[in-house]
């Protein structure tokens, strides 16, 4: 059974009736450019087949209702909230999520009615995969559903402006500074394409992405090391870019150029001049990557997957244990390059590997993982797919 149809069943079995909607958004593998997103650089995303299915229905009250399918097989109902009563800081847990989408319409002249809403979702929690953001962009498209303002309806937010509300729930509501990649490509990416993206000018491209064409799969390894945003560096890291760019004097670091950056350097202290020459030279190699992709050079990309992993592990220090093992081990099995992606300090790597290799290099990193003693991984194909929509 899809997850748009058993959400609309567990949507029936919770209230007594059918959902009046059904939206869907999937999880993404950024295949490049990492860090870049919240200094208005470059990003190359795509998305997974992995998605959370939001099933919605009006209520007549001022109430949101939520709740998630958990992997018990039981409902977990969020604190009920009323939306007129929202406010940043409450509720907290993952039922912050419905709340600050809510609170975030309702800021931007999008006001939310009551709701029910019942969440089912197979992006795997805590992978660097985006759950999160697949939630919040299918609960965002739910909710304008329930007003007449769907995309593509009279008065809607295009999807670029559907990212950036969903962002600002993220980041003022529930506590998390994140960018914009992720509520981007789970919105805009369309299936057997990357999405290139520029975050500064908000233009977007659609690049032709199917590796299977050139014998090619890009294998997903989730280590199940665990990584919260919250709980790790990843405010420090911006934080330090955002200070790096005031000394250098420019409105993000996506204005320093690979020419400037020996320059940019000298002028910065010691800890901040690795994020830097990370953030230029990550720009750098989205921009070669497309180029190569362009001219359906697939292969070739595989060398700056490596620099990526290489600058996120040592100039960026994003990396951990498993990342590095993960990427190593399936490197010297035959991958053409491979990379941690997300925040880091857990979550998943990408290795873009040969098909005839996929047994052996599948194997090796299990090998890898358990010489170290480490939690077995968790491996499957991205194929590139379809964006969010409705799907009942």
Same mark, same amino acid.
């Given at each position: 059974? $899809? ?7 567990? @949507? ?27 200094? /208005? ?75 029910? +809403? ?10 660097? +995969? ?6 919040? &962009?299918?609960?965002? +498209? ?28 993220? %980041? ?9 990649? /992720? ?5 805009? &990416?369309?299936?057997? #394409?990357?999405?290139? @993206? ?11 992405? !199917? ?6 799969? +890009? ?21 330090? &870019?955002?200070?790096?760019? =005031? ?30 020459? #990370?953030?230029? $030279?990550? %720009? ?12 359906? !050079? ?21 990396? &951990?244990? =498993?990342?590095?093992?993960?990427? *190593? ?27 005839? !290799?996929? =047994? ?15 939690? *077995? ?16």
């Amino acid at each position: 059974m $899809t997850l748009p149809r058993r959400a609309a069943e567990l @949507f029936a079995a919770e209230h007594g009736h059918a959902p009046s909607a059904v939206w869907s958004a999937p999880g993404r593998v950024n295949l490049i450019g990492e860090h870049t997103d919240y200094n /208005d650089g470059f990003v190359l995303p795509m998305a997974i087949p992995h998605r959370v299915a939001v099933a919605v229905g009006p209520r007549e009250d001022r109430a949101l209702v939520a709740a998630t399918h958990g992997d018990d097989g039981e409902l977990h109902r969020a604190e009920q909230v009323v939306v007129d009563d929202l406010r940043p800081g409450s509720p907290t847990g993952w039922s912050a999520f419905p709340a600050g989408v809510a609170w975030a319409l309702g800021e931007a002249g999008h006001p939310v009615p009551g709701l029910d +809403l019942v969440i089912v979702g197979d992006v795997p929690n805590g992978a660097g +995969l985006s759950s999160s953001h697949a939630l919040q &962009c299918a609960l965002a +498209l739910a909710m304008l559903d329930q007003q007449g303002r769907a995309p593509g309806e009279p008065g809607a937010p295009s999807l670029a402006e559907i990212a950036r509300l969903v962002q600002r729930s993220e %980041n003022d509501y529930v506590g998390a500074p994140t960018g914009l990649l /992720d509520q981007t490509a789970s919105l805009r &990416c369309v299936e057997s #394409h990357v999405l290139f @993206f520029d975050v500064r000018s908000g233009d977007a491209e659609q690049v032709p992405f !199917d590796p299977r064409s050139a014998g090619l799969e +890009l294998l997903v390894i989730d280590t199940r090391a665990q990584h919260s945003h919250s709980e790790s560096g990843y405010g420090e890291r911006r934080k330090g &870019c955002e200070r790096a760019a =005031e000394l250098l004097e420019v409105k993000a670091l996506r204005d320093i150029s690979q020419a400037q950056l020996p320059t940019a350097l000298e002028k910065l202290p010691d800890e901040l001049g690795p994020l830097v020459e #990370h953030v230029v $030279t990550e %720009n750098e190699r989205v921009l070669s990557t497309v180029e190569l992709l362009r001219s359906g !050079d697939y292969a070739g990309i595989g060398p700056l997957l490596n620099a990526s992993h290489t600058s996120l592990r040592d100039d960026y220090r994003v990396s &951990c244990l =498993e990342l590095d093992v993960a990427v *190593e081990a399936a490197v010297q099995a035959g991958a053409l390059g491979a990379r941690m992606v997300g925040g880091g300090f857990g979550g998943s790597a990408i290795a873009l590997i040969p098909t005839a !290799d996929r =047994e052996r290099v599948e194997s090796a990193v299990r090998d890898a993982f358990a010489q170290r003693s480490l939690t *077995e991984p968790r491996v499957f194909i991205a194929i590139p797919s379809a964006g969010a929509g409705r799907d009942l």
